[in-house]
């Protein structure tokens, strides 16, 4: 039992570091957007929270099955090819939280993958 409350701790430290740098990217960058249907801070800091959460599951679930199918190309492309499948994740991730009350919006592909 103490493993698995380990275990939902560093998962739930992990989601909130994700939402973290989700946050200092879209305070750096200015083509990433957050958007929440509130205005106060706690409204704003839980939309970085739950982005986090959705990119996480995103990076879990989706991103090891097209690694494995564009490993030929990360091969060929010496693994610059990931760069690639990153800011792909990225895009769902803001396709995804746009059928919520929290978006998550990207200007342009080039800069999301640098």
Known sequence: MAG???TARVAGAAR??????LAIACWILTGLDIS?????TVSIILGYLFIGLI????????KPIVSLLSLPITILTLGLFTVV???????????ISSYTTVHFTIDSFFWTAV
Not at 36 to 40: D, P
Not at 55 to 62: I, Q
Not at 85 to 95: D, E, P, Q, R
């Open 16 to 21: 909130g570091a994700l939402g973290l740098a």
């Open 36 to 40: 929440t249907a509130g205005n106060g």
């Open 55 to 62: 990119f996480g599951l995103v990076n879990a679930f989706v």
């Open 4 to 6: 698995a409350r380990r």
């Open 85 to 95: 499948i990153n800011a792909g994740m990225l895009y769902l991730t803001s396709w």
